[in-house]
C-alpha cells in the first residue's frame, strides 16, 4: 500500500525558514515523480515544485522561486521541501503528492498518491 507522510510544517515569524520532509512507502515498481502543493484556504490547491526521480530537474512555481527548494534522498525514499524567507502568503496546508509516472508537473490531477498534509503558519 502506497503512503506518503509529510512533517516539518508549524509556526514560523515571517523571514524565517522550515523544511518538510515527505517519506514515501509502498512504492514496488519503477519510477516516480514527487510533488509539493499547498492548499491555503478558500483557495485551489497550488502546484509548488516538483522532481522527477530519474534526474535533478525540478520545476518550481514563480510565487515561491528563490526561496523554497526541493530536494530528494531516493535511498531513503523521501523528498524534501527547504522553505526560506518564508511570508504570510506562504501560510497553507503543504502536500506532498507521487505519480507514477516519472514527468513533473505542479497540475494536482497529475498525481495519483497524496499525503496528509502538514500545516505551514507564517505569522508574527
Known amino acids: 500500500q502506497v503512503q506518503l507522510e509529510e512533517s516539518g510544517g508549524g509556526l514560523v515569524q515571517p523571514g524565517g525558514s522550515l523544511r518538510l520532509s515527505c517519506t514515501a512507502s509502498?512504492?514496488?515498481?519503477?519510477?516516480?515523480?514527487i510533488g509539493w502543493f499547498r492548499q491555503a484556504p478558500g483557495k485551489e490547491r497550488e502546484g509548488v515544485s516538483c522532481?522527477?526521480?530519474?534526474?535533478?530537474?525540478?520545476v518550481v512555481a514563480d510565487s515561491v522561486k528563490g526561496r523554497f527548494t526541493i530536494s530528494r534522498d531516493n535511498d531513503k525514499n523521501m523528498v524534501f521541501l527547504q522553505m526560506n524567507n518564508l511570508q504570510h502568503e506562504d501560510t497553507a496546508v503543504y502536500y506532498c503528492?507521487?505519480?507514477?509516472?516519472?514527468?513533473?508537473?505542479?497540475?494536482?490531477?497529475?498525481?495519483?498518491?497524496w499525503g496528509q498534509g502538514t500545516q505551514v503558519t507564517v505569522s508574527s
Open positions: 503528492a507521487a505519480s507514477i509516472v516519472d514527468v513533473c508537473s505542479t497540475w494536482p490531477p497529475d498525481y495519483d498518491y
Open positions: 522532481m522527477r526521480r530519474g534526474d535533478s530537474n525540478t
Open positions: 509502498g512504492f514496488t515498481h519503477g519510477y516516480y515523480a
